[in-house]
């Protein structure tokens, strides 16, 4: 079956814009889990949607938002771009909950901000 | 919220040679610790997973040990080979089960 699709690989912005970023998760999937990884911070979590929902928040400011739509594909969205929101995006689906099996990932989006 | 420190940052090893890589959690409610490898480029993947009603779990040369009283879990990869070189994360989940949240790496290096 087809694996965590993220769409598009690579882009790059300037400061003050704005970006979606796409992510189709494994058919059957309902959990989507977002990241942001840069050298030296490792992984870090974003926000989790089930069935539309959004269902945890990690610590990031408000100009990051996602949302879920009813196929399970999810989107996230960067307004007012910085420099230091330039890193490997990576999106990760499961069945029903991060903690019940494994987290699949997608090969990332690589946002460059200039 | 859920905070996990992972160390050492970086590990080199020479073939042949055990490595272990050691998290903390905060959350003491965690019920489950997985660990993924990502190589060079590619997309992180799981590799053993342990949770927590299990003291330790085995798969072939990887092992995973877990001490919920210290809130700590490690890896323990033995007859390490060049393959092994990757960055290894640990993870916890929170207690709703809604996040994962990752350590910040470990870069093995693992020298024949």
């Known amino acids: 079956k087809a694996g965590v699709t993220q769409t598009p690989r690579y882009l790059i912005k300037t400061r003050g814009q704005q970006v979606t970023l796409s992510c189709s998760p494994i058919?059957?999937?309902?959990?989507v889990s977002w990241y942001q990884q840069t050298p030296g911070q490792g992984l870090q979590f974003l926000f989790e949607?089930?069935?539309?929902?959004?269902?945890n928040k990690g610590n990031f400011p408000g100009r990051f938002s996602g949302r879920q739509f009813s196929n399970s594909r999810s989107e996230m969205n960067v307004s007012t771009l910085e420099l230091g929101d330039s890193a490997l995006y990576l999106c990760?689906?499961?069945?029903?909950?991060?903690?019940?099996?494994?987290?699949?990932f997608g090969e990332g989006s690589r946002l460059t901000v200039l | 919220g859920e905070n996990v420190e992972q160390h050492p940052s970086t590990l080199s090893v020479q073939e042949g040679d055990s490595a272990v890589i050691k998290c903390t959690y905060s959350?003491?409610?965690?019920?489950?610790f997985p660990w993924y490898k990502q190589e060079l480029g590619k997309r992180p993947q799981l590799i053993i997973d342990?949770?927590?009603?299990?003291g330790e779990k085995k798969d072939q040369r990887i092992a995973v040990t877990l001490n919920k009283t210290a809130k700590h879990f490690s890896l323990h990869i033995t007859e390490t080979q060049p393959e092994d070189s990757a960055v290894y994360f640990c993870?916890?989940?929170?207690?709703?089960?809604?996040?994962?949240?990752f350590g910040k790496g470990t870069t093995l290096s693992v020298s024949s």
């Open positions: 993870a916890a989940s929170n207690q709703a089960g809604t996040a994962l949240i």
């Open positions: 949607y089930f069935s539309e929902t959004q269902r």
């Open positions: 959350d003491s409610a965690s019920n489950y």
């Open positions: 342990i949770r927590s009603n299990v």
């Open positions: 990760a689906s499961s069945l029903t909950s991060p903690n019940t099996g494994e987290l699949f």
């Open positions: 058919s059957g999937h309902r959990s």
